[in-house]
């Protein structure tokens, strides 16, 4: 049975996500150029879905080991790359979009709603999973069941995919495209002159990798293997958490609005500081009610970091650059701290044998965390079309 985590290859998405950061810039060329960038990146948006689809049914479809031999894993890792190339920089273009949207005074409000989508899919998997170990053994899970999820993920991709191609384009973008075309910045610029907010923000980005998965993906093993729960038990508990953190989220909107980004960066840092470590003891218990109590905790940082994110990727970067500058800042903050999260948490427990070992780590980019976002200037009040000095 495959195992199954966001964003497999890390690597892989942050050069899907500059490349298309690269495109979306782009349109602001000049007029013509704008327009074979329209069409290029309806194509793209095209061959992305079918992407994301594509080696899910791929997965769910794979010849075993005994039947092929060695090209049964390289398929799936072929698969799982191209899975994560479809990804790059959706998230940080999702963000912009949705802010692109929003009241001045309320884009947390409605940025929020990205990481509601991420955490609702994470439960619906969760509770795909804890329905099937219901229905079939453990015997039909390994042999066939682990298939299903993939199976069924397929026709909601392309269901995902319709609704994406029939998005009109945001009013900034619209206001923009009407107006006399800037200069085009490539990346290599965009560091130049934007280098120091793309450090702070990818610092305090580090913990919003990290606490998110510790708690969406390494925390269910975490209660299985430290804690000793049954299957059946972690994915409850997760499922419970991860329903209470999609319904934080808009609350956490409403706050970070209300007090700013930069009070709502350093609630995120303390709420993981303080939380982190009774979430990683109670997750260790192997109980239902403390496992989930646990999760919820350790939750409740990891939606503040998530939510101010979404909002601080547009916020802080000019419109010229929006897309590349916060592509590259949020997957390489991924690449580094996100996806070897569950191997370096492993690795740290192996070599220290505390079974604490994690919490200490994320306690140490929490602290990081808060290093790069407290340098970075308060932008809750400010437009999206501004223009630096």
């Known amino acids: 049975m495959p195992p199954v985590h966001r964003n497999p290859v890390p690597v892989e998405q942050t050069a899907g996500g500059e490349q298309k950061a690269g495109i979306v810039d782009r349109h602001q060329l000049d007029p013509g150029a704008r327009g074979a960038a329209q069409q290029r990146l309806v194509g793209r948006r095209q061959r992305r879905g079918g992407l994301r689809v594509a080696p899910t049914e791929l997965i769910g479809l794979l010849p075993t080991y005994a039947s092929i031999g060695l090209l049964a ?47 609702l899919a994470f439960a619906s998997a969760a509770g795909l999973v804890f329905g099937l170990d219901q229905i079939i053994s453990s015997e039909q899970m390994q042999a066939w069941g682990w298939r299903l999820p993939f199976l069924i993920a397929a026709p909601l991709g392309l269901v995902g995919l319709y609704m994406r191609l029939r998005l009109d384009e945001s009013p900034a973008f619209k206001a923009m495209a009407a107006e006399p075309a800037p200069e085009h910045s490539p990346l290599m610029e965009t560091l130049r002159l934007h280098g120091a907010t793309i450090a702070c923000l990818g610092a305090f980005i580090s913990a919003t990798a990290l606490s998110f998965y510790m708690f969406t993906t390494y925390l269910t093993t975490y209660m299985q293997v430290v804690g000793g729960a049954a299957r059946p038990t972690a994915l409850l508990a997760s499922l419970v958490a991860l329903t209470f ?37 109670l997750a260790t218990s192997g109980a239902l009610l403390p496992s989930a109590l646990g999760a919820m905790l350790l939750a409740v940082g990891a939606v503040i970091c998530g939510v101010v994110t979404a909002v601080l990727l547009s916020e802080q970067f000019p419109t010229r650059v929006r897309y590349t500058a916060s592509a590259f800042t949020y997957n390489l903050a991924y690449t580094i701290f996100g996806g070897t ?44 079309n501004y223009q630096p000095a």
Do not use: N
């Not at 990804?87 to 979009?97: L, S, T």
């Not at 604490?356 to 999206?384: D, F, N, Q, T, V």
């Open 73 to 119: 894993p390289l398929l799936l890792a072929l698969a799982r790359c191209l899975q994560g190339f479809s990804a790059g920089g959706e998230y940080a273009g999702a963000c912009a979009f949705v802010m692109e949207h929003a009241p001045t005074e309320q884009k947390a409000r409605y940025g929020s709603f990205v990481p509601v989508s991420t955490f």
């Open 245 to 281: 953190a999609a319904l934080l989220c808009p609350f956490i909107g409403r706050y970070s609005d209300r007090v700013g980004r930069r009070r709502t960066i350093l609630t995120a840092g303390v709420a993981l500081i303080v939380a982190v470590y009774p979430a990683f003891t």
């Open 341 to 384: 999260a569950p191997l370096v948490a492993t690795w740290l427990i192996e070599q220290t044998g505390d079974r604490m070992a994690p919490a200490y780590y994320l306690i140490g980019i929490a602290l990081l965390a808060l290093a790069g976002g407290l340098a970075l200037p308060e932008s809750s009040k400010r437009p999206l």
